[in-house]
């Protein structure tokens, strides 16, 4: 009898291993899921322009591009040109994302011709003076989070997974995130950001979502608030290009000095 | 007849390439006011003693992609008026270039700029270009370089091999305006020991990034940017000298460069041996920046800056302030919007204790405005006490020269 329900107990569990999944377990399928989908894309360039609004609604605005280039185990290779605001035109920034690793970073700054390594330790730091910190920013890997399932919620008519991520990198300002991820297409809703007091700093909401060589999602829209000082900064990010032929070498400290 | 058909081919072709170029060229650049004030009056007697000085400069930016990006265009002149300094009225090509770029090389023929260094407080390695010391004193400005530079990033590392066919002599201030050196360099007398402006230099480097290291290592051949600064007897030599004369010399300058990221610290390191100039001789910046993130009520970075300087040159060679020196600094990024920053430095000599204060602070105003406060303060900086032999501190004469500048600044 006892060996009798202890099969039936495996074989329920091999049927349906939902079941046995703890929530940890399950956030971290699927957020894996996620990370799965959107493998393989090699490279991506796209435009984008942000546009900071403070708690009076004076409003200011940056341009820039942004080149990826997927690195197999390890995190993507990034650069960002600015555009905009005109004193910081041809300035450029290279990350390398490792991970839970510390990043490696450099600026070029054009009118010195000088190229300075950036700490990376600076997680929380705001962007350009944006409501979005560096992490916020830079690529997302899933071994920088440990993952809890919450619960399934419609959000705007969309299906979504709650999972809650925990950064286990160094040096984060959020203590968790709660992230609305659409069934669909496994891409971010809506993301809320606690921060190391465990209250709610910035909700970030994703829309416009357009789908590139018939398998990637790009969000066209971000809209970051927050909630305790009242400012808010929307990105737009725009003529997404896939297949730029990028490599290692497009995406090296001197490789910054001749970008525009 | 045939000179006048030339012309007119020559003024239509300039005219469609001028007419092309507007359509499809980027065009940016920025305008600036200057305004110096000056705390004290200056040392010599024929240097203007007004307190301020307004000065306005130009350098717009053209750049011309073409060939699907392979193929760069960049113009960038550059022109000051000042009101205080004739010498520094002046204009210059800061660039005019061609650049191809390639998957596996690149070259830049023409006019360019490079900087090779990661040091706060001094520009020890930086040897491409020459200063534009009357631009700025500090001689981080750099005239256009005439150029061919090839690079190859390759497995090993990046390499960059440079002709440079012609040599520019560095600017000095005319004599009336500040910043002279005790007695002042007459320009005009400005020797090169046996040979032409179309001496050419030869220089190579190699760099490299090791994880949170980046390591440059470098060798130039050809004409010091860095001249001697010999007196001149003008009244013959029962009188002072009348004045230094700037002399520039073949040498020979190998160069290392290192910086490295450690959590919150930047580690930074120059040194240079040079030979051509009296003995062989060697000189270094080591030091570190220190930033603490996230200060002040937030947003707020505070860095702290902390170097060493040594100078293992004689008294045969181009005189530097730098022989035994202590530089330390407080930066402060707010991360607004603006983004404004703070710079306090201070340079002290630890054998003459000659001390240089500065102070910079920027702030953008909207989209294309920016308003920059720089100063510098001199203490403990002797006076000559032999008439006959040249100081012994290479900023006597620069000791009155205390200054703010204001300067408001229009991107465009």
Known sequence: MKLKSLICGVLLMAAFPALAQTDEEKGYAIQAEANRRDNGYIDSMHDAVMTLKNAQGEVSTREFVVKTLEVADDGDKEMGIFHSPADVKGTAVLTFSHGTKPDDQWIYLPSLKRVKRVATVNKSGPFVGSEFAFEDISSWELDKYRYRYLRDEEIDGNDCFVVENYPVYEYSGYTKQIEWLDKKMYQPRKIEFYDRKGALLKTLTFSDYNQYLDRYWRAGKLQMDNVQNGKSTELLRKNYRFKNNFSDRDFTENALKNVR | ?412
């Open chain 2, 1 to 412: 007849m045939i000179a006048k058909v030339a012309r007119y081919i020559l003024f239509s072709l300039w005219t469609v390439a001028l007419a092309t170029f507007a359509q499809a060229a980027d065009f940016s650049g920025k305008a600036a006011v200057d305004t110096r004030f000056f705390t004290e009056p200056p040392i010599f007697a024929q240097q203007k003693d007004g307190v301020a000085y307004p000065s306005v400069m130009i350098q717009p930016e053209f750049r011309h992609d073409w060939g699907s990006g392979n193929n760069r265009l960049t113009v960038i002149p550059f022109a000051r008026y000042d009101s205080l300094d004739k010498h520094r009225t002046h204009w210059d090509v800061r660039e005019f270039s061609w650049l191809h770029m390639q998957k596996n090389w690149d070259l830049l023929v023409g006019v360019g700029k490079v900087f090779w260094g990661t040091t706060e407080s001094r520009q020890l390695v930086d040897i491409i270009n020459q200063s534009d010391l009357i631009e700025k004193f500090s001689g981080e400005e750099k005239l256009g370089q005439p150029m061919m530079n090839l690079n190859l990033p390759t497995d090993y590392g990046h390499f960059s091999l440079f002709y440079l066919p012609y040599f520019r002599e560095r600017t000095f201030p005319s004599s009336n305006g500040r910043f002279l050196f005790d007695p002042p360099v007459r320009n005009s007398e400005g020797k090169l020991d046996g040979f032409s402006h179309w001496q050419p230099s030869f220089a190579g480097r190699w760099s490299k990034t090791f994880g949170d290291w980046d390591v440059g290592v470098a060798h130039f051949w050809g004409v010091g940017r860095e001249p001697r600064l010999v007196p001149s007897f003008g009244q013959g030599f029962t009188h002072p000298p009348t004045g230094l004369v700037p002399i520039y010399d073949l040498i020979h300058q190998t160069s290392i460069d290192v910086q490295g990221v450690l959590g919150n610290w930047i580690w930074k390191a120059e040194a240079i041996t040079r030979s051509g100039q009296g003995d062989r001789f060697a000189a270094a910046v080591v030091g570190f920046e220190y930033t603490k993130y996230g200060v002040f009520g937030g947003s707020k970075d505070v860095g702290f800056l902390l170097e060493y300087l040594y100078d293992g040159r004689s008294s045969f060679a181009p005189p530097t302030p730098f022989n035994n020196d202590i530089f330390s600094g407080i930066r402060v990024v707010f991360n607004d919007p603006q983004n404004t920053e703070f710079l306090f430095t201070n340079t002290v000599d630890l054998n003459t204790h000659a001390t240089i204060l500065g102070f910079n602070a920027s702030r953008r105003l909207g989209e294309k405005w920016k308003i920059e406060l720089e100063s510098r303060f001199f203490a403990n900086i002797s006076a000559t006490k032999n008439p006959f032999a040249p100081p012994k501190e290479i900023l006597t004469g620069m000791r009155n020269d205390d200054y703010i500048q204001l300067r408001v600044v229009r991107h465009f």
